[in-house]
């Protein structure tokens, strides 16, 4: 069973409603307790590095998420920011403790010419052509779109999945063992995205 975290922010419903579209189970995670009833974990992440960390620890699931993830190795798969909660630390508005799952920390993103935000549709470039959330995706779709300001910097380079340059190269994606998560929103990514979200929800 899938479980689409909701913590009263975010972007859960056009979430809910694109693996609705795909005809794929699942419940509203908004207690702990839910957890113990799913095999795969999606967050979906809107809004800033510390905001998302204090609503799920108001909602006490920021530990029993990290629990599940590391311990039971349940599948896990962060959208925006919840991909970068993934970091050792965050450094939007305040400095802030991630799940300190994958190493690496969320930076601003480095930019002389562009402009921030960086809104809108980026082609991808595959770091790991291995890598399961990209399988039966072709080449013409592998175009994403993004709305950021920050970016994880992974420390290892196996870590990061897909990358995209906005000035310098950063990082769209990050995958460990059953950790994965995608800078970009595959709900709101055409066909690719949804092959993104029905390739995760079948491992």
Known sequence: MIGL???NGGNYKSVANILKYLNINFIEINHNLDLNKVSHIILPGVGSYNGLVSKLK???LFDEILYHIDTK???YLGICVGMQILANYGFEN???KGFNLIEGDVEKIPVKNEVLPNIGWHNIILEK???PLFKHIEMNELF???VHSYYFKPKKRENCSSSIYYENKITASVEKDNIFGTQFHPEKSQSGGLKILKNFCNL
Request: charged share 20%.
């Open 5 to 7: 975290v909701n913590y």
């Open 144 to 146: 994403f779109y993004f």
């Open 73 to 75: 190795k349940t599948f």
């Open 129 to 131: 052509k291995n890598c």
């Open 58 to 60: 108001s909602k006490h």
């Open 94 to 96: 305040v400095k802030t």
